[in-house]
């Protein structure tokens, strides 16, 4: 693999408040190509992380690197061009339709005064086939339930045509159901597409199943990164979660059994 | 989809004629009436006492009316974009207030300068503006914290002009007409006056519509998008307050009609601004006309500002509003 292909960060540092460090010298590489999953306790800073990585913050000190050029040297469209973000959490009008919606992901292709052309048209078809919202095109988006309308923001950034998807704890607010779907939609996205995913996620057995590398953020810092399955383990969840855990193979996969304290597994 | 688009199509074709009839029956309320075939005749074939009359009494404040009420509504719309809250009325947060003590000062007290006094009366919005925003602001702008310094800061700007009317013992009625805002003496010039600012206010949010509706998206979505937050939030919230500080020069402070509009029209075409803010110009022109209209109206040989008009319905309507706020967005 070529060290400058890419996302990696380098020494990267950032306070939201003077003094009060949420990173505290980050370093890590996203292998394009491959799902990683960002985990970590709450308030590692993890939604941190990927938010410079995204550009939506500046970093104090440090660097964030898109095949080896700084993230800050580069304009806001042609780093939203390369690299997608679903937010946890969104806004919009509720009378907005899904179309119009994923259209706004045309964005940094067109600027805000040219109309759309057949390219831009044909990438938002693409974005709402490949996340299954065809069938809502028209309807507007209060129309629709929790784990369609985060299928319609995840078109939204498809629609980008980045090569790079971040993915900011999309499942949180979704029942198991919805929660599958997306993460067996992403999965597919990055077979088919061969994109780059880093998805902040709370489920360590979700990440066992639909991840490929891991990074593990304690205290502003990596504690620990690589291929899942070797660096999951034990010790290293006990130390970044304080939970005592089992790690057991079923089917040929990894699972994770955590130990209530004091108490039987669970 | 479709049926939206009609719906849309209709609300436009509906409010036209509305506006249509307005004129008309704003041409005939008053001393002097006539008929449409003898206004039409006097205007474009033929010379009629009564029709000329009219025309250069009565249709200067027709057209300031409908003008600044259009105006007044995209400035109106623009404001609730940036601030991503449908209470933000440049009329009622201290804008249009601030434009109109700047206006009305210049007109005083620096007659020689008159001519610069839509480039004061921007100053003076932008003072307002800016007071607003950075009172109110406190990591985000809630919509009761926004409305509440507005109001202040609107009550100092009133206060002020007010108390240099007294001071001066009204004798100042240029100024005082803006202090007023009183359109019944308006003339030819402050048509093309606002009629400059009309279209140059079109054609910006022409290119500013689409930049409205990404607005309504949170910040980190915005900035995800490529797009720079910050410049486009600056560049929107300019062309409001020129809109507002060009009302404010040849009308004066309006509360309410910045907020009453963009309402209404958000219920009747939807969010999109692209559609939004021609329909609330639109709109925008046919409620202030008819409060003009009704002012002139109702009290008959006496006149009610339209400005009170607009007090008047607009406050049960602010209370409505602060019901409902947070819904509006669809959030």
């Known amino acids: 693999m070529d060290d400058r292909n890419g996302l990696a960060v380098t020494d990267l540092c950032y306070a939201y408040e003077r003094g009060k460090l949420v990173l505290r010298g980050v370093s890590a590489r996203f292998a394009p190509g491959r799902i990683t999953a960002l985990i970590g306790a709450n308030g590692c800073g993890k939604s941190t992380l990927l938010n410079l990585l995204a550009g939506i913050l500046k970093p104090d000190s440090g660097q964030v690197l898109l095949d080896g050029r700084e993230l800050g040297t580069m304009k806001r469209p042609a780093i939203a061009r390369r690299i997608a973000v679903v937010h946890q959490s969104n806004a919009a009008p509720g009378d907005l339709t899904v179309e119009k919606l994923v259209c706004a992901g045309r964005t940094p292709h067109r600027g805000l005064l040219r109309p759309l052309d057949e390219g831009d048209e044909a990438a938002v078809r693409q974005a709402m086939a490949d996340t299954d919202t065809v069938q809502f095109a028209h309807r507007p988006i209060s129309a629709l339930s929790g784990g369609q309308l985060q299928r319609v923001w995840l078109a939204m950034a498809l629609a980008q045509q980045a090569d790079i998807l971040l993915l900011d704890e999309v499942t949180t607010y979704l029942d198991i159901h919805y929660q599958l779907e997306m993460l067996h939609l992403i999965a597919e996205l990055n077979r088919k597409k061969r994109m780059t ?6 489920d360590i057995n979700q990440a066992f199943a639909y991840c490929d590398e891991v990074v593990i953020l304690k205290d502003g810092v990596v504690m620990a990164q690589g291929e899942i399955g070797r660096v999951v383990q034990a010790p290293v969840l006990s130390q970044a979660f304080g939970v005592a855990s089992e790690i057991i193979t079923v089917a040929g996969r990894k699972h994770c059994l955590f130990r209530r304290q004091g108490g039987d597994y669970g | 989809m479709r049926r939206n688009g009609a719906r849309t199509a209709l609300a436009f074709t509906l409010t036209a004629a509305a506006l249509l009839a307005a004129f008309f029956a704003a041409v005939n309320t008053g001393g002097l009436s006539t008929t449409v075939p003898q206004l039409l005749r006097g205007l474009f074939v033929a010379y009629d006492e009564t029709v000329a009359i009219i025309l250069q009494l009565r249709f200067p404040r027709i057209l300031v009316a409908m003008l600044g009420g259009g105006i007044m509504a995209l400035s109106g719309v623009c404001m609730q974009a940036v601030m991503r809250n449908p209470l933000a009325d440049p009329g009622l947060i201290g804008v249009t207030s601030g434009a109109a003590f700047a206006a009305a000062m210049v007109t005083a007290l620096l007659p020689a300068l008159a001519r610069f006094t839509p480039l004061f009366s921007f100053a003076g919005g932008m003072v307002g503006f800016a007071l607003v925003y950075l009172l109110a602001w406190n990591k985000q702008l809630s919509p009761v ?3 509440l310094t507005g109001i202040a800061v609107d009550a100092f700007f009133t206060g002020l002009y007010q108390a240099f009317d007294a001071f001066t013992g009204s004798t100042y009625t240029g100024a005082a007409s803006v202090i007023n805002a009183n359109i019944s003496l308006k003339t030819w010039d402050d048509v093309s006056v606002l009629l400059v600012y009309a ?6 949010c022409w290119l500013a519509a689409q930049r409205c509706n990404l607005l309504a998206f949170s910040d980190k ?6 797009v720079n937050l910050h410049r486009t939030r600056l560049l929107i919230s300019l062309l409001s307050v020129l809109m507002a500080s060009g009302f404010a020069a040849v009308i004066g402070s309006v509360s309410f009609l910045g907020l009453i509009v963009p309402h209404m029209a958000r219920l009747l075409v939807g969010s999109d601004h692209r559609k939004l803010l021609p329909y609330a110009a639109l709109l925008g022109a046919l409620v202030f006309l008819l409060a003009d209209t009704l ?11 339209a400005a009170i008009i607009m007090a008047i319905l607009g406050g049960p309507m602010l209370v409505i509003l602060l019901k409902r706020s947070g819904t509006v967005y669809g959030r």
């Open chain 1, 197 to 202: 995913i880093l998805m902040v996620l709370h």
């Open chain 2, 221 to 226: 979505t915005i900035l995800s998008l490529g």
């Open chain 2, 145 to 147: 914290r926004l409305i």
């Open chain 2, 199 to 204: 279209v140059a206010a079109l054609a910006l």
């Open chain 2, 295 to 305: 002012g002139r109206a109702i009290a008959y040989p006496y006149e009610i500002s």
